[in-house]
């Protein structure tokens, strides 16, 4: 799917579209945050934390750089994680430069040469990022950098660690040189394309992803059910639908007395009241949904990789 936006300016600068693609857990959602300076995106240690195509915008004096946060790609085992890699995989048609991101501290697999092999035949600029460097080591950061060399041709190589800040803006300097002059895609004052509803979902996703346990992670999803503004109040009310696939998966969500829901809110509306701005009331709800991730029209309906 082509990625779609319009100019929001005619004012000619460098401008574009940079693609972070990778496996689960290589950082992009990390960096993605760091390059933008806000949270944007979701982060945590469980695998397909994301699940959209999220698009970041960093907009500089000189430059409009809109930052494609993808789902980590990986063998699928259902419906949700083939989506997920359909989506990935289709960021890297439409942009101007396809960022491989590579974890440090893991050796470099056969996962990692799928996906080079994918950046491999992009059409856009490729440069090969190594995340995590304050966790690795010199000798293992040069022998990734070799074996992803091996499988596919990099413009350029970026060590970086999104955590600490080392060689952020320098990989956003290498990416800005290979973009094109044009218009701004997007708003000056706009961070990220995601509708606000999606934005607040994935927030009470991530505090779920952070806290539960086992299979769990796995089989949430959550969707705005309502969301109103009062001005006269100043307070946003939120209801939101945890979905699960079992019911004893709604327990431990819900935990003894409501005690693990309840502190799931307590987290998510800490986010979201810094998100917004102002007082938020949030009620979260749990339902059971039997096996949707094997259902790819539920995994869009939940709006997962291209659903949205």
């Given at each position: 799917?082509?990625?779609?936006?319009?100019?929001?300016?005619?004012?000619?600068?460098?401008?574009?579209?940079?693609?972070?693609?990778?496996?689960?857990?290589?950082?992009?959602?990390?960096?993605?945050?760091?390059?933008?300076?806000?949270?944007?995106?979701?982060?945590?240690?469980?695998?397909?934390?994301?699940?959209?195509r999220l698009r970041a915008v960093l907009d500089r004096d000189d430059a409009q750089l809109v930052i494609v946060d993808t789902p980590g790609l990986?063998?699928?085992?259902?419906?949700?994680?083939?989506?997920?890699?359909?989506?990935?995989?289709?960021?890297?048609?439409?942009?101007?430069?396809?960022?491989?991101?590579?974890?440090?501290?893991?050796?470099?697999?056969?996962?990692?040469?799928?996906?080079?092999?994918?950046?491999?035949?992009?059409?856009?600029?490729?440069?090969?990022?190594?995340?995590?460097?304050?966790?690795?080591?010199?000798?293992?950061?040069?022998?990734?950098?070799?074996?992803?060399?091996?499988?596919?041709?990099?413009?350029?190589?970026?060590?970086?660690?999104?955590?600490?800040?080392?060689?952020?803006?320098?990989?956003?300097?290498?990416?800005?040189?290979?973009?094109?002059?044009?218009?701004?895609?997007?708003?000056?004052?706009?961070?990220?394309?995601?509708?606000?509803?999606?934005?607040?979902?994935?927030?009470?996703?991530?505090?779920?992803?952070?806290?539960?346990?086992?299979?769990?992670?796995?089989?949430?999803?959550?969707?705005?059910?309502?969301?109103?503004?009062?001005?006269?109040?100043?307070?946003?009310?939120?209801?939101?639908?945890?979905?699960?696939?079992?019911?004893?998966?709604?327990?431990?969500?819900?935990?003894?007395?409501?005690?693990?829901?309840?502190?799931?809110?307590?987290?998510?509306?800490?986010?979201?009241?810094?998100?917004?701005?102002?007082?938020?009331?949030?009620?979260?709800?749990?339902?059971?949904?039997?096996?949707?991730?094997?259902?790819?029209?539920?995994?869009?309906?939940?709006?997962?990789?291209?659903?949205?």
């Amino acid at each position: 799917m082509a990625i779609e936006s319009h100019p929001a300016s005619s004012d000619e600068v460098k401008s574009g579209f940079v693609a972070l693609v990778g496996r689960p857990n290589a950082g992009k959602s990390t960096l993605t945050n760091a390059i933008v300076g806000r949270k944007v995106s979701i982060t945590s240690d469980t695998p397909q934390t994301t699940r959209q195509r999220l698009r970041a915008v960093l907009d500089r004096d000189d430059a409009q750089l809109v930052i494609v946060d993808t789902p980590g790609l990986h063998k699928p085992q259902d419906a949700l994680g083939a989506e997920l890699n359909r989506a990935a995989l289709a960021s890297l048609q439409d942009v101007d430069v396809a960022a491989m991101l590579v974890d440090a501290t893991k050796p470099f697999g056969r996962g990692d040469e799928w996906v080079a092999s994918h950046v491999a035949k992009a059409r856009a600029k490729r440069v090969l990022v190594i995340t995590k460097v304050e966790l690795s080591t010199h000798v293992a950061i040069e022998k990734q950098i070799e074996a992803a060399r091996a499988v596919c041709a990099f413009d350029e190589v970026v060590v970086l660690s999104a955590v600490t800040g080392f060689n952020v803006d320098t990989f956003v300097d290498t990416v800005v040189k290979y973009l094109p002059c044009g218009p701004r895609w997007f708003p000056r004052d706009m961070s990220s394309d995601q509708p606000i509803e999606v934005m607040i979902a994935e927030f009470v996703r991530e505090k779920i992803l952070r806290t539960a346990r086992e299979e769990v992670p796995h089989a949430v999803g959550v969707i705005v059910d309502d969301f109103t503004y009062d001005d006269r109040k100043d307070l946003y009310s939120v209801f939101a639908i945890v979905y699960v696939e079992r019911d004893s998966q709604k327990g431990i969500i819900i935990g003894k007395g409501g005690s693990a829901l309840k502190a799931v809110g307590t987290e998510a509306r800490e986010d979201l009241e810094r998100l917004l701005g102002s007082k938020v009331f949030l009620n979260l709800s749990v339902k059971v949904k039997k096996d949707w991730r094997r259902d790819a029209a539920q995994v869009r309906r939940f709006g997962y990789g291209e659903g949205r």
